[in-house]
DNA sequence: GCCAACGTTGGC
DNA sequence: GCCAACGTTGGC
């Protein structure tokens, strides 16, 4: 069954326009360095998965448009590559510690959905994104939470 | 750029 | 296995 996310990115890293511009508008989506997010990557986030681009650490933070998970979690070889920024020394190739999964652009919207936008709104209460002191940068989203976005608040 | 809230590390 | 110290995230 069809699942829905939210990743973040610090577009100064890793933007929706630079998603765009790849080939094929697709892209791995590497360097997740947390273990409750690793645990999604690997087990459950999965082709045909839908996903919310958001935006942080960056004026105005908030969703800018959505993706689609293409590949389901693999080792994140970024981690075996000394010359990487996301090389760990404690990841090896017979035994990763981190994953990742490819993704491919569906949709920018024409104006941003600001955090401070989704507050407002009783059906998104629940939301992880709100959730105080919460900092996850893989996160699920409910269906409900999905469709209310993108019925009421997506341009 | 600051700093609160988390997550991780490592000494004991 | 506790927990202080350190490192990181991300809203503001």
Redo the contacts with the bound molecule.
Sequence with gaps: MKKYWLF???PDVFSIDNLIKLPESSSTWE?I????A?NSLRDDVSIGDEVFF??????P?GIVGTMEVIKNGYPDHFSFDKKSKYYDI?SKKENPTWFMVDVKFQRKFKNII???EL?KHFELSKMV?L???????IQPVTESEFKFIMDNLST
Excluded: A, V
């Excluded at 360095?33 to 409750?36: L, T």
């Excluded at 958001?54 to 004026?59: E, K, L, P, T, V």
């Excluded at 959730?131 to 940068?137: A, E, I, N, T, V």
């Design positions: 973040k990115s610090e360097g360095r947390n273990y409750q690793r958001y935006h942080s650490r960056i004026d933070i404690k600001p955090l401070s507050r994104l959730q105080k002191g919460s900092r996850l940068s």
